[in-house]
């Protein structure tokens, strides 16, 4: 269990590491917890390539997220700046996870069953999207819309969950914004609940992005920044076409092609950091374009 006390143990070793974060915060949206950590000064960026920030209900869960994603990705950067990456097909740290090593039993486990999770959700999002005999069922998700994120302009709330093998839920949490737009979040959990929960706060975190842009700043993540404007301007008309045509089957998930853990990394005395990736996996952004429904 991550506490207020371990936290600050893991705070106190990545201030003294090598790649301490610049700076970070606690922030409140509603019922929110974020926690940005800052790596390198994202100047006006509104989807700063070099902030990472946990987020949950649970201010401890947020902080330990927060951490573990640091490490995650600054394993990626460092990689990155020193041409490491042996063929990972996105420049984002997709099936990275990081777990603490002391204080918790089997880390390395738990370190990729996180790792797992992530591979399964990109894996599956784009499959869901440009497959359209896969199946899913809808949700009615939060109609009427919380008050205490009533300051968020998100309606018509639902989840979606796209057929696949057991033990996995995959879910799309989707809400409409504007005229015919919407705000998509992604998540897998081994449980269906917490993937709802998971993939809600991460539409959350899109929607403030989105927002960011509309108010005039820009993105480190040009691409990125054009899908999630097109699904703002464009996406309910998208998804609704999407969702209109599916038969029953279910995502299978290929063998992985990356399965181990990272052993050179910046944060190795006290972080497990772990990989995988599945054989054929769809390119974010190769030649996707901007005009799809997974970000």
């Known amino acids: ?88 097909m996105s420049y984002r740290a997709e099936g990275y996870a990081a777990f603490p090593k002391i204080g918790f039993s089997d880390p390395v486990k738990k370190a990729r069953d996180f790792s797992l999770l992530e591979s399964v959700e990109k894996y599956s999002w784009p499959e869901f999207w440009h497959n359209q005999n896969i199946g ?67 539409m959350l975190r899109k929607y403030i992005a989105t927002n960011n842009i509309r108010n005039g700043f820009v993105a480190d993540w040009p691409e990125w920044a054009e899908r999630l404007m097109f699904l703002a301007e464009h996406g309910n008309s998208s998804y609704e076409k999407r969702l209109s045509s599916s038969e029953a089957e279910t995502i299978l998930l290929p063998d992985l092609e990356l399965d181990g853990e990272v052993l050179d990394h910046p944060f190795r005395q006290f972080y497990h950091v772990y990989r995988t990736q599945f054989k054929g996996k769809v390119g974010y952004f190769g030649n996707q374009g901007k005009e799809v429904g997974y970000l």
């Open 1 to 88: 269990m991550f506490t207020k006390f371990r936290n600050y143990k893991l705070l106190a070793k990545l201030s003294s590491s090598d790649y301490p974060p610049k700076r970070s915060s606690v922030q409140r949206l509603g019922p929110y917890y974020i926690c940005p950590f800052v790596y390198r000064d994202p100047g006006l960026s509104a989807v700063p390539k070099y902030v990472v920030g946990g987020m949950d209900r649970c201010i401890d869960l947020a902080m330990a997220k927060s951490i573990s994603e640091y490490v995650e990705r600054v394993t990626f950067w460092q990689a990155e700046d020193q041409g490491k990456l042996h063929g990972l």
């Open 136 to 202: 899913f069922d809808r949700e009615a998700g939060f109609n009427p819309w919380p008050a205490e994120l009533a300051q968020l302009k998100i309606r018509d709330h639902s989840y979606i969950f796209p057929f696949i093998q057991r033990p996995w839920h995959v879910c799309i949490s989707i809400g409409r914004i504007g005229e015919n737009g919407v705000v998509l979040g992604a998540a897998c959990s081994k449980d269906r609940e917490k993937s709802k929960e998971h993939a809600f706060s991460e």
